[in-house]
Nanobody, 124 residues
């Protein structure tokens, strides 16, 4: 079992920055990969970024590449998503997820545990 709790969301103006945090507990943090997904109103949940268990390998959706950075602190059992140059289209609920058993980083179905989400709103 893995528990994930997101924080750091809020309201920010376009061009601004936010850093999301996802505190984890339960299974050894360094034994699984983590990802960030988001869901905007009326849209399906979509992949944002992922990091392998070591944090050394990362992936990004094309829409956030160069603006967002995922990182892990294995000592603190926490994964972060630094979001710069935010746009109104980044507005969504952001979810942290843990992938324990392999699969494809981009696929929702390959993640085993999810947090409750944190709202990010970017005003124009």
């Amino acid at each position: 079992q893995v528990q994930l709790v997101e924080s750091g969301g809020g309201l920010v103006q376009a061009g601004g920055s936010l850093r999301l945090s996802c505190a984890t507990s339960g299974r050894t943090f360094s034994s699984y990969a983590t990802g960030w997904f988001r869901q905007a109103p009326g849209k399906e949940r979509e992949f944002v970024a992922a990091a392998a268990w070591s944090g050394g390998s990362t992936l990004y959706a094309d829409s956030v590449k160069g603006r967002f950075t995922i990182s892990r602190d294995n000592a603190e059992n926490t994964v972060f998503l630094r979001m710069n140059s935010l746009k109104p289209e980044d507005t969504a609920v952001y979810y942290c997820a843990a992938r324990l058993y392999g699969g494809n980083f981009y696929y929702i179905r390959d993640y085993d545990y999810w947090g409750q989400g944190t709202q990010v709103t970017v005003s124009s």
